[in-house]
């Protein structure tokens, strides 16, 4: 999801390690704008207007926070707030990313309560419910493109996509299964290289 | 409806929290499958709106855990979901971020990264399609997610925009049950 860009290099971070406060506004204001996914705003926030991290830095612990298990940008305030405050860092960034989506989703929810048995609401919402899922569709295959993929990685994606769609493999059979073909896959290419 | 106790809920989402790799997007067809054909708290359209929410509002895409919490214990139920879907992945990406610092960054947990993603990223497409299976909107239902998907791929449109767009569109064609 994120920018490529080649405009700052490793030695422009900031000096000083962030304090919690500005920790806690930075991730605070990731959460409220990050419409539609907070991916681009995060990098924003953290690589060119913070300076936390470089540009280098922050494309390799994204790389590892989408593998991870969890929501990428959580894995992110999680290890950000660690590296500069230690744990009470890691619990002040997801508390500061958290608070406003979950009080507006708290208001939209409130909204909905009050308004779904209108028909124009449940009209709007199914086809909100259909762009949305257009919005995961798209952003998926725009950052499999991003990678580049060689043949390899493009069947490892087009195995995940059809045995849970299709086949409907449960998301724990799926990765048992195709996780290590992808892995062997990977080092297989890299002995031969 | 039927309704869950608090403890159902947090053995639900925290069981998930560790196996959505590539983010909580992967999750919809398991919340779904859980929530709605599994423990009936949810029936399938309202499931399909409060996902509509989930991904209006702003932040991380663990809100549907947040949202199904909010929708059938209240505030209760939304602390627990959050905290539940938060708290297993965020330990380990404590744990695995402290180790990664001292690591070199060509091992193989680079390799793995490099692997794991593309299946990450199909495991998206899977939950799109599903979610858009779960919409219930039809085929214009279909065509408009589809729509959305190649304006996300193919432009800089702000996806909120998008959404609206999309909802605008679905409303209009089916004016007369929105009463125009």
């Known amino acids: 999801m994120e920018e490529e860009s080649t405009s700052r290099t490793d030695g422009e971070t900031s000096r000083e390690d962030p304090t ?4 806690a506004r930075g991730f605070f204001r990731i959460g409220l704008t990050g419409f539609g996914g907070v991916g681009p705003i995060a990098r924003d926030v953290i690589v060119e207007r913070k300076r936390w991290l470089a540009e280098a830095d922050y494309a390799r612990l994204v790389g590892l926070c989408q593998v991870l298990p969890g929501a990428n ?121 | 409806m039927s309704r869950p106790g608090l403890l159902p809920l947090a053995e639900l989402f925290a069981g998930l929290s560790l196996i959505s790799v590539g983010g909580a997007n992967v999750l919809f067809p398991s919340i779904r499958h ?58 380990l990406a404590f744990a695995i971020g402290r180790l990664v610092r001292t690591a070199a960054p060509r091992s193989w947990l680079g390799v793995a990264t490099i692997a794991v993603v593309p299946l990450a990223m199909g495991l998206m497409l899977a939950s799109a399609v599903i979610a858009a299976k779960t919409a219930h909107a039809g085929l214009v239902g279909y065509a408009i997610a589809a729509l959305a998907a190649a304006t996300v791929l193919w432009t800089r449109i702000n996806p909120l925009f998008v959404m609206i767009g999309g909802t605008v569109v679905f409303s209009l064609s089916h004016a007369s049950v929105v009463g125009l």
């Open chain 1, 73 to 193: 940008t959580v894995n992110v305030a999680v290890m950000i707030g660690d590296r500069f405050r230690g744990w009470k860092g890691a619990v002040l960034c997801v508390f500061a990313l958290m608070l406003a989506p979950i009080a507006i989703l708290v208001l939209l929810a409130t909204a909905y309560a009050e308004m779904a048995d209108q028909p124009i609401v449940r009209t709007a919402l199914t086809g909100a419910a259909a762009s949305a899922a257009g919005l995961v569709g798209g952003t998926a295959a725009r950052m499999l493109i991003r990678l580049k993929p060689d043949w390899r990685q493009i069947a490892t994606a087009l195995a995940g996509l059809f045995v849970v769609s299709v086949l409907g493999w449960s998301l724990v059979t799926t990765l048992l299964v195709i996780g290590p073909i992808a892995l062997l896959s990977r080092f297989a290419k890299r002995a031969a290289a």
């Open chain 1, 20 to 23: 919690c406060g500005a920790l």
């Open chain 2, 34 to 91: 859980a929530v709605v054909d599994r423990n009936g708290w949810l029936d399938v359209r309202e499931f399909g709106h409060l996902f509509a929410l989930s991904q209006a509002a702003p932040g991380p895409n663990v809100m549907l855990s947040s949202i199904v919490g909010w929708q059938v214990l209240g505030l209760a139920g939304l602390v627990v979901a959050t905290l539940a879907i938060l708290l297993p992945s965020s330990l």
